[in-house]
């Protein structure tokens, strides 16, 4: 979820197009559960281990973070719209959870320093002033990231201080693309 703060400017050119610096905070949730197995890390030679239909692994992270973005739209002629826009975060530190059923432990990764990078771009078709409809493709990265694990048998009793063998760590890449429908009053 993003919620930001612009300015629209409006440059005297032939053809209409609006820039906009925004500021605003950034919102992210993210977990999922896998099931049916998994394959360990390179330390242990990438072996497979199937357990049929069983949830595995469950993770979870969250944040709120600080964003500056640009926007610019450019209505090419009276029916089509281009939208485009480039948003930068930084989250100081955020808490990254995964709980391994197999091995029965919880693990807490102290993520610190992440940058996260988004972008978006819409090509849209003017109906009328009222209705809209177009297409959609965004984008969005985190850098690599690491921090301190804490290990756990439960979810309430992290110690006080981090697993000395272990450096958590998260990066994403996640694209996607849309159409939408547009209705104004």
Known sequence: IKCNFGYNFIPQTKIPIYVTPKIGINFFSFDFAGTGGFRSYESESWQI???????????????FAPRLSLYTRLNADEAIEVESGFGFSYVYKFDAFDFHEIKHKYYNDKIQNAYILDFDLKIIKRINDYNKFGFKWSLFSMMDSFGLTYISSTTKNFPSNPDSATLGGTNSFIWYYSIFYTLSF
Not at 49 to 63: F, G, L, P, R, W
């Open 49 to 63: 281990h199937n357990y049929a239909d069983s949830v595995i692994i469950e993770y979870m992270q969250k944040y």
